[in-house]
Protein backbone atom coordinates (compact mmCIF):
# COMPACT_ATOMS: atom_id res chain seq x y z
CA UNK A 1 0.00 0.00 0.00
CA UNK A 2 1.69 3.26 0.87
CA UNK A 3 4.22 5.12 3.73
CA UNK A 4 3.03 5.53 7.24
CA UNK A 5 0.38 8.31 6.45
CA UNK A 6 1.18 11.15 8.54
CA UNK A 7 5.15 10.41 7.79
CA UNK A 8 6.72 12.88 5.75
CA UNK A 9 10.35 14.29 4.44
CA UNK A 10 10.70 17.89 2.65
CA UNK A 11 8.83 17.35 -0.30
CA UNK A 12 10.88 17.28 -3.44
CA UNK A 13 9.62 18.86 -6.38
CA UNK A 14 10.69 19.84 -10.22
CA UNK A 15 10.25 18.97 -13.75
CA UNK A 16 8.98 15.90 -14.51
CA UNK A 17 11.23 13.06 -15.36
CA UNK A 18 10.97 11.24 -18.86
CA UNK A 19 9.35 8.03 -17.37
CA UNK A 20 6.05 11.15 -16.23
CA UNK A 21 6.42 12.66 -19.41
CA UNK A 22 6.31 9.08 -21.32
CA UNK A 23 3.07 8.40 -19.37
CA UNK A 24 1.13 11.77 -20.06
CA UNK A 25 2.17 11.42 -23.79
CA UNK A 26 0.81 7.72 -23.89
CA UNK A 27 -2.56 8.26 -21.15
CA UNK A 28 -3.36 11.38 -23.77
CA UNK A 29 -2.68 9.41 -26.89
CA UNK A 30 -4.96 6.74 -25.56
CA UNK A 31 -6.92 8.51 -24.89
CA UNK A 32 -7.47 10.25 -27.85
CA UNK A 33 -9.96 7.33 -28.95
CA UNK A 34 -12.39 9.57 -27.68
CA UNK A 35 -12.31 11.77 -30.65
CA UNK A 36 -13.09 8.75 -32.97
CA UNK A 37 -16.68 9.76 -33.58
CA UNK A 38 -15.67 13.60 -34.68
CA UNK A 39 -13.00 11.30 -37.50
CA UNK A 40 -15.63 9.22 -38.08
CA UNK A 41 -18.86 11.56 -38.77
CA UNK A 42 -20.37 9.14 -36.32
CA UNK A 43 -23.08 9.91 -33.00
CA UNK A 44 -20.63 10.27 -29.37
CA UNK A 45 -22.52 6.83 -28.68
CA UNK A 46 -19.91 5.02 -30.51
CA UNK A 47 -19.25 2.40 -27.85
CA UNK A 48 -23.22 1.76 -27.05
CA UNK A 49 -23.74 0.33 -31.22
CA UNK A 50 -20.76 0.21 -32.78
CA UNK A 51 -21.32 -1.25 -35.92
CA UNK A 52 -18.69 -3.07 -38.18
CA UNK A 53 -17.04 0.42 -39.17
CA UNK A 54 -16.85 1.80 -35.92
CA UNK A 55 -15.43 -1.86 -34.41
CA UNK A 56 -12.47 -1.36 -37.37
CA UNK A 57 -11.88 1.81 -36.38
CA UNK A 58 -11.27 0.54 -32.59
CA UNK A 59 -9.49 -1.85 -33.98
CA UNK A 60 -7.00 0.28 -35.90
CA UNK A 61 -6.76 3.02 -33.13
CA UNK A 62 -5.41 0.28 -30.82
CA UNK A 63 -3.05 -1.00 -33.50
CA UNK A 64 -2.14 2.48 -34.70
CA UNK A 65 -1.68 3.49 -31.03
CA UNK A 66 0.75 0.55 -30.09
CA UNK A 67 2.68 0.72 -32.83
CA UNK A 68 3.52 4.08 -32.50
CA UNK A 69 4.62 3.11 -28.90
CA UNK A 70 6.70 0.68 -29.77
CA UNK A 71 8.34 3.26 -32.54
CA UNK A 72 8.61 6.11 -30.29
CA UNK A 73 10.15 4.31 -26.59
CA UNK A 74 12.61 1.65 -25.82
CA UNK A 75 11.63 -0.88 -23.83
CA UNK A 76 12.09 -0.04 -20.10
CA UNK A 77 9.40 2.99 -21.39
CA UNK A 78 7.43 1.05 -23.43
CA UNK A 79 6.07 -0.57 -20.47
CA UNK A 80 5.37 2.29 -18.90
CA UNK A 81 3.86 3.66 -21.61
CA UNK A 82 1.70 1.04 -23.32
CA UNK A 83 0.05 0.92 -19.04
CA UNK A 84 -0.54 4.37 -19.72
CA UNK A 85 -1.96 4.29 -23.11
CA UNK A 86 -4.28 1.38 -21.58
CA UNK A 87 -5.54 3.47 -18.87
CA UNK A 88 -6.15 6.62 -21.40
CA UNK A 89 -7.92 4.41 -24.07
CA UNK A 90 -10.05 3.05 -21.03
CA UNK A 91 -10.37 6.84 -20.09
CA UNK A 92 -11.49 7.73 -23.45
CA UNK A 93 -13.89 4.90 -23.94
CA UNK A 94 -15.41 5.78 -20.79
CA UNK A 95 -16.13 9.76 -22.03
CA UNK A 96 -17.70 7.76 -25.57
CA UNK A 97 -20.11 5.66 -23.11
CA UNK A 98 -21.19 8.94 -20.96
CA UNK A 99 -21.32 11.08 -24.24
CA UNK A 100 -24.35 8.93 -25.21
CA UNK A 101 -27.92 8.20 -23.58
CA UNK A 102 -27.68 4.42 -23.21
CA UNK A 103 -28.03 2.20 -19.83
CA UNK A 104 -24.08 2.02 -20.25
CA UNK A 105 -23.73 5.95 -19.59
CA UNK A 106 -23.20 5.68 -15.73
CA UNK A 107 -20.81 2.88 -16.75
CA UNK A 108 -18.92 4.87 -18.55
CA UNK A 109 -18.47 7.44 -15.51
CA UNK A 110 -17.05 4.33 -13.54
CA UNK A 111 -14.43 4.05 -16.39
CA UNK A 112 -13.13 7.19 -16.44
CA UNK A 113 -12.73 7.57 -12.55
CA UNK A 114 -11.29 4.27 -12.14
CA UNK A 115 -8.61 4.59 -15.00
CA UNK A 116 -8.14 8.44 -14.16
CA UNK A 117 -7.56 6.91 -10.22
CA UNK A 118 -4.29 4.55 -11.54
CA UNK A 119 -2.89 6.97 -13.90
CA UNK A 120 -2.33 9.73 -11.17
CA UNK A 121 -1.28 7.64 -8.65
CA UNK A 122 1.37 6.78 -11.13
CA UNK A 123 1.49 11.11 -11.85
CA UNK A 124 2.15 11.70 -8.67
CA UNK A 125 4.26 9.00 -7.74
CA UNK A 126 6.50 10.49 -10.44
CA UNK A 127 5.75 14.27 -9.14
CA UNK A 128 6.71 13.45 -5.22
CA UNK A 129 8.77 10.59 -5.11
CA UNK A 130 10.48 9.62 -8.26
CA UNK A 131 13.33 7.68 -6.47
CA UNK A 132 10.13 5.54 -5.58
CA UNK A 133 8.57 5.04 -8.75
CA UNK A 134 8.26 1.90 -10.62
CA UNK A 135 5.42 0.05 -12.52
CA UNK A 136 3.90 -1.04 -9.54
CA UNK A 137 3.18 2.72 -8.52
CA UNK A 138 0.27 2.47 -11.25
CA UNK A 139 -1.50 -0.22 -8.42
CA UNK A 140 -2.61 -1.94 -11.54
CA UNK A 141 -1.54 -5.25 -9.94
CA UNK A 142 -2.31 -4.15 -6.27
CA UNK A 143 -3.87 -7.44 -4.81
CA UNK A 144 -5.92 -10.63 -5.51
CA UNK A 145 -8.50 -9.24 -3.27
CA UNK A 146 -8.04 -6.15 -5.14
CA UNK A 147 -9.03 -7.23 -8.56
CA UNK A 148 -11.79 -10.07 -7.20
CA UNK A 149 -13.83 -6.92 -5.70
CA UNK A 150 -13.24 -4.70 -9.16
CA UNK A 151 -14.56 -8.06 -11.30
CA UNK A 152 -17.55 -8.67 -8.87
CA UNK A 153 -18.48 -5.00 -8.94
CA UNK A 154 -18.69 -5.28 -13.04
CA UNK A 155 -20.38 -8.80 -12.76
CA UNK A 156 -23.16 -7.36 -10.27
CA UNK A 157 -23.47 -4.45 -12.47
CA UNK A 158 -24.07 -6.35 -15.76
CA UNK A 159 -26.48 -8.93 -14.13
CA UNK A 160 -28.94 -6.30 -12.10
CA UNK A 161 -28.45 -4.59 -15.71
CA UNK A 162 -30.60 -7.75 -17.44
CA UNK A 163 -32.76 -8.15 -14.67
CA UNK A 164 -33.62 -4.82 -13.61
CA UNK A 165 -32.64 -2.53 -15.78
CA UNK A 166 -34.37 0.66 -14.01
CA UNK A 167 -32.08 0.03 -11.51
CA UNK A 168 -29.16 1.42 -13.25
CA UNK A 169 -30.92 4.52 -14.45
CA UNK A 170 -31.19 6.36 -10.90
CA UNK A 171 -29.12 9.10 -12.22
CA UNK A 172 -29.24 11.15 -8.82
CA UNK A 173 -27.31 8.45 -7.12
CA UNK A 174 -25.00 7.80 -9.79
CA UNK A 175 -24.82 11.52 -9.33
CA UNK A 176 -24.05 11.19 -5.48
CA UNK A 177 -21.74 8.12 -6.60
CA UNK A 178 -19.68 10.61 -8.78
CA UNK A 179 -19.42 13.08 -6.05
CA UNK A 180 -18.20 10.42 -3.62
CA UNK A 181 -15.36 9.65 -6.05
CA UNK A 182 -14.29 13.00 -6.84
CA UNK A 183 -14.25 14.07 -3.18
CA UNK A 184 -12.28 10.59 -2.08
CA UNK A 185 -9.64 10.70 -5.54
CA UNK A 186 -9.20 14.56 -4.25
CA UNK A 187 -8.52 13.94 -0.62
CA UNK A 188 -6.13 10.79 -1.59
CA UNK A 189 -3.80 13.46 -4.23
CA UNK A 190 -4.30 16.33 -1.67
CA UNK A 191 -2.72 13.32 0.87
CA UNK A 192 0.34 12.66 -1.36
CA UNK A 193 1.17 15.72 -2.10
CA UNK A 194 1.27 17.02 1.07
CA UNK A 195 3.40 14.20 2.15
CA UNK A 196 5.44 14.98 -0.53
CA UNK A 197 8.89 13.22 -1.46
CA UNK A 198 8.32 10.34 1.27
CA UNK A 199 5.22 9.02 0.30
CA UNK A 200 5.56 5.64 -0.80
CA UNK A 201 2.72 3.44 -1.88
CA UNK A 202 5.34 0.36 -0.27
CA UNK A 203 5.00 0.39 4.23
CA UNK A 204 8.43 2.01 5.43
CA UNK A 205 9.12 0.71 8.44
CA UNK A 206 12.69 2.47 9.09
CA UNK A 207 12.68 6.12 10.28
CA UNK A 208 14.96 8.00 7.92
CA UNK A 209 16.98 11.36 9.10
CA UNK A 210 14.94 13.80 6.82
CA UNK A 211 11.32 11.93 8.49
CA UNK A 212 9.13 14.97 9.95
CA UNK A 213 5.53 14.40 11.08
CA UNK A 214 3.50 16.38 9.05
CA UNK A 215 0.14 18.14 10.84
CA UNK A 216 -1.01 20.59 8.12
CA UNK A 217 -3.13 20.77 5.51
CA UNK A 218 -5.15 17.37 5.23
CA UNK A 219 -3.08 16.29 7.85
CA UNK A 220 -4.68 18.90 9.87
CA UNK A 221 -8.27 17.51 9.48
CA UNK A 222 -7.46 13.47 9.42
CA UNK A 223 -4.70 11.71 10.54
CA UNK A 224 -5.09 9.48 7.73
CA UNK A 225 -6.11 11.25 4.65
CA UNK A 226 -4.79 9.39 1.74
CA UNK A 227 -6.79 6.34 3.17
CA UNK A 228 -10.39 8.15 3.94
CA UNK A 229 -10.08 9.02 -0.05
CA UNK A 230 -9.57 5.82 -0.54
CA UNK A 231 -12.12 4.47 1.50
CA UNK A 232 -14.89 7.24 0.23
CA UNK A 233 -13.83 6.50 -3.37
CA UNK A 234 -14.43 2.86 -3.34
CA UNK A 235 -17.33 2.87 -1.93
CA UNK A 236 -18.62 6.37 -4.41
CA UNK A 237 -17.80 3.79 -7.25
CA UNK A 238 -20.38 1.08 -6.11
CA UNK A 239 -22.79 3.47 -5.66
CA UNK A 240 -22.45 5.33 -8.55
CA UNK A 241 -22.81 2.11 -10.49
CA UNK A 242 -25.91 1.81 -8.41
CA UNK A 243 -24.29 -1.52 -7.31
CA UNK A 244 -26.42 -2.75 -3.48
CA UNK A 245 -24.24 -5.99 -2.91
CA UNK A 246 -21.18 -4.11 -3.50
CA UNK A 247 -21.76 -1.02 -1.88
CA UNK A 248 -22.43 -3.15 1.26
CA UNK A 249 -19.40 -5.37 0.52
CA UNK A 250 -17.05 -2.94 -0.51
CA UNK A 251 -17.88 -0.47 2.94
CA UNK A 252 -17.40 -3.60 4.80
CA UNK A 253 -13.97 -4.83 3.54
CA UNK A 254 -12.83 -1.34 3.04
CA UNK A 255 -12.99 -0.58 6.96
CA UNK A 256 -11.88 -3.68 8.11
CA UNK A 257 -8.68 -3.50 6.03
CA UNK A 258 -7.78 0.18 7.27
CA UNK A 259 -9.05 -0.45 10.37
CA UNK A 260 -5.88 -2.98 10.57
CA UNK A 261 -3.80 -1.16 8.23
CA UNK A 262 -4.08 2.09 10.50
CA UNK A 263 -3.49 0.23 13.60
CA UNK A 264 -0.07 -1.41 12.23
CA UNK A 265 0.91 1.42 10.64
CA UNK A 266 0.81 3.86 14.32
CA UNK A 267 2.45 1.39 16.28
CA UNK A 268 5.41 2.36 13.80
CA UNK A 269 4.70 6.36 14.06
CA UNK A 270 4.66 5.91 17.54
CA UNK A 271 7.86 4.37 17.54
CA UNK A 272 8.83 6.88 14.98
CA UNK A 273 7.87 10.04 17.01
CA UNK A 274 6.98 9.27 20.69
CA UNK A 275 5.15 11.83 22.58
CA UNK A 276 4.83 14.12 19.48
CA UNK A 277 2.45 11.61 17.58
CA UNK A 278 0.44 10.55 20.45
CA UNK A 279 -0.37 14.87 20.89
CA UNK A 280 -1.07 14.46 17.45
CA UNK A 281 -3.19 11.48 17.84
CA UNK A 282 -5.17 12.97 20.51
CA UNK A 283 -5.88 16.18 18.22
CA UNK A 284 -6.57 14.75 14.78
CA UNK A 285 -9.08 12.09 14.60
CA UNK A 286 -8.39 9.18 11.90
CA UNK A 287 -10.89 10.63 9.19
CA UNK A 288 -12.62 6.90 9.47
CA UNK A 289 -15.44 5.87 10.74
CA UNK A 290 -15.55 4.27 14.33
CA UNK A 291 -11.62 3.96 13.40
CA UNK A 292 -9.85 5.27 16.70
CA UNK A 293 -6.27 3.94 15.68
CA UNK A 294 -4.38 1.84 18.06
CA UNK A 295 -4.90 1.67 22.03
CA UNK A 296 -1.84 3.07 23.94
CA UNK A 297 -1.41 2.01 27.29
CA UNK A 298 -0.24 4.84 29.65
Known amino acids: MMAAAAAAAGPRRGRLGREARASLAAFLLGASVAALPVALGSPPALLAAPGLRGRLALALHVAGVNAA ?31 GRSAWCHFGWYMCSLSLFHYSEYLVTAINNPRSLSLDSFLLNHSFEYNLAALSSWVEFT ?10 QITWLSTVGLLMVIFGDCLRKAAMLTAGSNFNHIVQNEKSDTHTLVTSGVYGWFRHPSYVGWFYWSIGTQVLLCNPICVV ?26 EEYLEYKRKVPSGLPFIKGVKVEL
Open 249 to 274: GYALASWRFFRERIEEEEITLIHFFG
Open 69 to 99: LLLLYPRPLYKIAVRACFLGFAFGCGLLLSA
Open 159 to 168: LEKLLFPELK
